[in-house]
Nanobody, 124 residues
Framework: QVQLVESGGGLVQAGGSLRLSCAVS????????MGWFRQAPGKEREFVAA????????SYANSVKGRFTISREGAKNTVYLQMSSLKPEDTAVYYCATRLSSVLDTRPDVYAYWGQGTQVTVSS
């Protein structure tokens, strides 16, 4: 059974930075895709960033391009989301997810395994 555990969320002022981590256990990630999504109150879950586990390909939502960076550390089976220049509209619960495919995809429903989420709050 694949388990994903996010950490690193918190309260930060606008313009600040946070780094989210997603520790993966239960399977060798090999060349699968990992994604970060977020969900604000009253809104649908939306794509933030994705990475092929090999690290060769990444994808970002337009709203975070240039501010967020997704990366992975194979030795720790961990995926990171470095968030900089944070804005109040980045406030949401952030989830990591993985799918049984190496294809990067922005649709939440194609990802099979999800973490429990970590809250990010950006104050103005």
């Amino acid at each position: 059974q694949v388990q994903l555990v996010e950490s690193g969320g918190g309260l930060v002022q606008a313009g600040g930075s946070l780094r989210l981590s997603c520790a993966v256990s239960g399977r060798t990630l090999s060349n699968y895709a990992m994604g970060w999504f977020r969900q604000a109150p009253g809104k649908e879950r939306e794509f933030v960033a994705a990475i092929r586990w090999s690290g060769a390909y990444t994808s970002y939502a337009n709203s975070v391009k240039g501010r967020f960076t997704i990366s992975r550390e194979g030795a720790k089976n961990t995926v990171y989301l470095q968030m900089s220049s944070l804005k109040p509209e980045d406030t949401a619960v952030y989830y990591c997810a993985t799918r049984l495919s190496s294809v990067l995809d922005t649709r939440p429903d194609v990802y099979a395994y999800w973490g429990q989420g970590t809250q990010v709050t950006v104050s103005s």
